[in-house]
């Protein structure tokens, strides 16, 4: 296992097409995150699983943006109707229960809407 | 609401030399903070970590030091060398949040010249 892996790792689409970002976490990692990063910011958390559930999204997170975890495996976040506002590196992070490590983090998905 | 701040972009020292990155914080819950380091075109990378019951955590040439009266917190990373060259996240989360939701700073770029 070569840690979280991220795909694509670059998208260009044009607004108001509907992409959808897949992450593979770590095997044993029972939690995976979804964070947004902007130029010039830290990360943003969107969203939260613990297995397949979600446990919390964002305020950030409007109703075009979906996130699944089905089977506690693989995630997929999905944005429907891009917005030129969704452009951004969309990361994924997967830990195990216990703050002391941290996430580990994926390369991220960088979004272009034009 | 930026909870978590990193008021200085980026710093620039010479190798071999001490560098000293500050963070504050709004947020009294807090007790629990993660620095990160991001190369270009990767996600971020678990660093060093501080829980609220210490003042201070080091591990090899980092060291993270946490002043919770003052709600600041630095990392120090001595001797500085030039693959310290990346951006540098604070983060913090309060254990009440046991999932690990994470605030993240804007970042320090940290240049290390020759």
């Known amino acids: 296992d070569t840690g979280v892996s991220q795909d694509p790792r670059h998208k260009i689409t044009k607004r108001g097409q509907n992409v959808t970002f897949r992450c593979d976490p770590i095997?044993?990692?029972?939690?995976l995150y979804w964070y947004r990063q902007t130029l010039g910011q830290g990360p943003e958390f969107l969203t939260y699983?613990?297995?397949?559930?979600?446990?919390?999204k964002s305020r950030l997170l409007s109703d075009r943006f979906s996130a699944e975890r089905p089977k506690g495996s693989f995630s997929t976040l999905e944005i429907q109707r891009t917005e030129q506002g969704d452009s951004a590196m969309y990361l994924c992070?997967?830990?195990?229960?216990?703050?002391?490590?941290?996430?580990?983090f994926g390369s991220g998905t960088r979004l272009t809407v034009v | 609401d930026q909870q978590v701040k990193q008021n200085s972009p980026s710093l620039s020292v010479q190798e071999g030399r001490i560098s000293i990155l500050n963070c504050d914080y709004t947020?009294?819950?807090?007790?629990?903070f993660l620095w990160y380091k991001k190369y270009p075109a990767e996600g971020p990378t678990f660093l060093i970590s501080?829980?609220?019951?210490?003042d201070k955590n080091e591990d090899g040439r980092f060291t993270v030091f946490l002043n919770k009266s003052a709600k600041h917190l630095s990392l120090h990373i001595v001797p500085s060398q030039p693959g310290d060259s990346a951006v540098y996240f604070c983060?913090?989360?309060?254990?009440?949040?046991?999932?690990?939701?994470?605030?993240f700073g804007a970042g320090t770029q940290v240049v290390v010249t020759p």
């Open positions: 992070a997967s830990s195990v229960s216990g703050l002391d490590y941290g996430y580990t």
């Open positions: 095997s044993e990692h029972n939690r």
């Open positions: 699983f613990q297995n397949e559930a979600q446990l919390e």
């Open positions: 947020n009294s819950m807090f007790d629990y």
């Open positions: 501080i829980s609220s019951i210490k």
């Open positions: 983060a913090a989360s309060a254990m009440d949040d046991s999932w690990g939701k994470f605030q």
